[in-house]
């Protein structure tokens, strides 16, 4: 089955610092999603991605925060200065309809 | 806005019991519903999804769930738990298809 893959799959960073996850979607998904889990908490939604550009946001997702389809297979996350509490699990997604599929997700670390 | 409860952090069951995970939504409007599993140290695989029609829904390795509207519930369901159904699942809304809400995930524990 095709599946979503993530890089890296653990991100150790110094607060202040800017990291990018990187996603390869399935290949003929439409729809891109970033979520993310604090420990011990819910996944939660960051953001939705289509047609290059972005259909919705959380509250989370603030100006620290961006997305990227640099190359029409890559999708990137990238946060511009870390703070302790970015430390969590982050998944990707992509969709074509309402199945989404997730990779496996970068553990990201903020020290 | 949607919403979904999870009752039970932690569920423990012997081998061959009847496992049944708890999910309660909250919808303005007619939901989709999911169910997720997270092995350890892997990603979100879904098991099973509820859109419309048939409200008992199968899923992967067994699993099934019921769509209640009047009970807002669509608790996971497995006759019979193998070792290999330890993990941690997730149940899920979605009012447009696309936007997951995620409950905070039922750990189930299968012992010998």
């Known amino acids: 089955e095709p599946e979503v893959t993530q890089t890296p799959s653990h991100q150790v960073t110094q607060m202040g610092q800017e990291v990018i996850l990187r996603c390869v979607p399935i290949?003929?998904?439409?729809?891109f999603y970033w979520y993310r889990q604090i420990l011990g908490q819910k996944v939660e939604f960051l953001v939705s991605f289509y047609n290059n550009e972005i259909s919705e946001k959380s509250e989370i997702f603030d100006d620290q925060f961006s997305v990227e389809r640099p190359d029409g297979s890559n999708f990137t996350l990238k946060i511009r200065s870390t703070k302790l509490e970015d430390s969590a699990m982050y998944f990707c997604a992509s969709s074509v309809v309402e199945k989404l599929f997730f990779g496996s997700g970068t553990q990201l670390s903020v020290l | 806005a949607q919403s979904v409860t999870q009752l039970g952090s932690h569920v423990s069951v012997s081998e061959g019991a009847l496992v049944l995970l708890r999910c309660n939504y909250s919808s303005s409007v007619p939901p989709y519903l999911f169910w997720y599993v997270q092995y350890p140290n892997q990603g979100l695989q879904l098991l099973l999804k509820y859109t419309t029609g048939a409200t008992l829904v199968k899923g992967i390795n067994g699993f099934e769930a019921e769509f209640k509207k009047s009970e807002t519930s669509f608790h996971l369901t497995k006759p019979s738990a193998h070792m290999s159904d330890a993990a941690e699942y997730f149940c899920?809304?979605?009012?447009?298809?696309?936007?997951?809400?995620f409950g905070k995930g039922t750990l189930l524990t299968v012992n010998p």
């Open positions: 899920a809304v979605s009012e447009r298809n696309y936007k997951l809400t």
């Open positions: 290949s003929n998904h439409l729809y």
